[in-house]
């Protein structure tokens, strides 16, 4: 083999081996981004307690959260009733959080912690009271 072949061959090589790296980095980046992306809260999501349906919807960077089916006729919870109050993502502690008001009139703090991307807890927090529920999401 000629110098000039086997030199032509060390340079195609390297440049094959750049490629193949700045290929597998670009690759890794993307799973990465793709693996630590947000599920959307945005969507109709049914409590695994009561059976209501709860339509989330966002409004001027906010989420909020309507009743829009009720399991219970009996319930004094009422069609329409804003359940979720200005929800906001906060990304330190990776959990929507913000107010829930009940059919009585309470508020309470909430925060929303993914279980996956179909299904969340809600923790509701009202002095030394804790509650959870999980809702699970409608297609």
């Known amino acids: 083999m000629s110098e000039c072949s086997l030199s032509c061959l060390c340079v195609m090589f390297k440049n094959k081996t750049m490629a193949i790296k700045s290929i597998s980095i670009v690759s890794i980046l993307l799973l990465s981004l793709l693996g630590f992306s ?3 809260i945005e969507g109709k999501w049914k409590s695994e307690e009561n059976g209501n349906v709860v339509e989330v919807f966002n409004q001027n960077n906010m989420f909020f959260g309507k009743i829009i ?4 006729e009996n319930s004094d ?6 359940i979720l109050n200005n929800l ?3 990304k330190s502690s990776k959990k929507y959080e913000g107010k829930v008001k009940t059919a009585s ?3 309470a ?4 912690e993914w279980i996956n991307e179909n299904k ?4 509701v927090t009202k002095l030394f009271i804790h509650k959870t ?3 699970i999401r409608v297609k």
């Open 109 to 112: 703090q909430c925060k929303i």
């Open 38 to 40: 947000q599920p959307t």
């Open 120 to 123: 969340f807890q809600l923790s």
């Open 133 to 135: 529920q999980i809702f």
């Open 77 to 82: 919870v009422k069609i329409g009733h804003l």
């Open 105 to 107: 009139g309470m508020t």
């Open 88 to 90: 906001v993502y906060n």
């Open 69 to 72: 089916s009720i399991a219970d």
